[in-house]
């Protein structure tokens, strides 16, 4: 059983940088392709990045230069380093993982609870 729990969410001023953590556990990290969603309430869960188990990153064009992805799999957790954030960029934030899918929607078969972030102007 996989299980995904997500940490480093909290609040920033405009500008400022947060950086996400998502654990795994349960199975061989490694072997995992991740990404990172991210929902307002009542909006539908939109994709913000990947990395795939053999380290192939992709962040949509929207956040390109501001979000970074990366994964430590000695440590089996991915991040997500976020900088000049802005308000709009308020909302909770998921991991996801699969062994086989790497893209933008949301067939991952395995997810995080969410951690939140704000982020004020």
């Known amino acids: 059983q996989v299980q995904l729990v997500e940490s480093g969410g909290g609040s920033v001023q405009a500008g400022g940088s947060l950086r996400l953590s998502c654990a795994l556990s349960?199975?061989?990290?490694?072997?995992?392709?991740m990404a990172w969603f991210r929902q307002a309430p009542a909006k539908v869960r939109e994709f913000v990045g990947f990395i795939t188990f053999n380290n192939v990153t992709y962040v949509r064009i929207s956040d390109l230069g501001r979000f970074t992805i990366s994964r430590d799999n000695a440590k089996k957790l991915m991040f997500l380093q976020m900088n000049s954030l802005k308000p709009e960029d308020t909302t909770v934030y998921y991991c996801?993982?699969?062994?086989?899918?790497?893209?933008?929607?949301?067939?991952?078969?395995?997810w995080g609870q969410g951690t939140q972030v704000t982020v004020s102007s």
């Open positions: 349960g199975r061989t990290f490694s072997l995992y392709n």
């Open positions: 996801a993982a699969d062994l086989r899918y790497a893209g933008e929607s949301t067939d991952y078969k395995y």
